[in-house]
């Protein structure tokens, strides 16, 4: 059976956003320090096995827990592996206010293609609140804007007509759209034919590459990477039989990925595989056992 996807007319983007990217953990030494060596490896092992490209410092990588020096640290190694393998370095910028998250896109001029960038949690300033918040941005970043909507996390839920108008902006390149399910949006949105929504759920990946999502950025992506770029491209090539086994496959990969808080359990697993030297978190995340 074939499947193929049908691209109608999309806007201009700045770069092309697709396939899978693996947004890395931090992980840490026995005394706490950043493990930039078991980092590197990591970088290089997702890479070499197919990702697409890396996302530095989003909230798999407890940005908020790492010091000036260690998220500048994380960023150059990221940086330097990318360019080796020409993929793509996306880095975490953003805060509630867009003044602050301004100065944060400005600082990444020459070290990363593109931000990652959440909808402003907590605050919770509307759908034309976004839509300002991410115009004023877009006007202004050196760098292409992957918009992160997470509404389960933020607070602040968008309609697929919102979505669309944020993926027009000419400085936005993608959306890591993780709505917490399925619905009626998720259907108006992917029926539009948008340039670069990358699922964010790990679950439902498979039915958003199949609805015409572009690919993902997927913290259960460090385990089995292979197999999840295998996932893309059986879909992209209309090979449903396989797609529909990977997905259903790789949707348990994903649910011990997450079987706490993330990165918790990502985390041990990694380290009981001898992919880096603790399980460790920072506060206020607690190790999973």
């Not at 993926?167 to 948008?194: M, R, S």
């Not at 199949?210 to 259960?220: H, Q, R």
């Not at 011990?256 to 603790?278: D, Y």
Request: aromatic share 4%; charged share 20%.
């Amino acid at each position: 059976m074939n499947w193929t996807r049908t691209v109608g007319a999309r806007h201009a983007s700045p770069m092309e956003l697709h396939g899978i990217h693996v947004p890395l953990v931090t992980p840490f030494t026995a005394d706490g320090a950043v493990a930039l060596d078991a980092l590197e490896q990591l970088a290089r092992d997702s890479l070499d096995a197919g990702a697409a490209g890396l996302v530095a410092l989003g909230t798999t990588g407890e940005p908020g827990s790492l010091t000036d020096a260690e998220q500048d640290a994380v960023v150059e190694l990221c940086r330097r592996v990318t360019a080796e393998h020409g993929a793509v370095l996306t880095v975490g910028a953003g805060h509630g206010g867009t003044a602050r998250t301004a100065e944060a896109l400005g600082r990444l001029e020459g070290r990363a293609d593109a931000a990652l960038v959440a909808v402003p949690a907590f605050v919770r300033p509307g759908e034309a609140g976004v839509l300002a918040h991410f115009r004023e941005l877009a006007a202004g970043s050196p760098v292409p804007l992957v918009i992160y909507h997470i509404p389960y996390r933020t607070g602040q839920p968008l309609g697929a007509g919102a979505l669309l108008e944020l993926l027009a902006l000419p400085q936005v390149a993608g959306l890591k759209y993780a709505p917490g399910g399925l619905d009626e949006q998720t259907i108006a949105l992917l029926a539009a034919e948008p340039r670069g929504v990358m699922a964010g759920d790990d679950l439902f990946l498979s039915p958003l590459l199949a609805l015409g999502a572009d690919g993902g950025i997927l913290a259960s992506a460090h385990l089995e990477t292979a197999r999840f770029v295998d996932l893309h491209r059986a879909w992209a090539d209309g090979d449903v039989p396989l797609a529909r086994k990977l997905g259903a496959e790789l949707a348990e990969v994903s649910r011990a990925a997450f079987a706490g808080p993330n990165p918790t359990a990502l985390k041990a697993l990694l380290h009981r595989a001898g992919r880096i030297p603790t399980p460790a978190v920072r506060l206020p995340l607690l190790a999973h056992h």
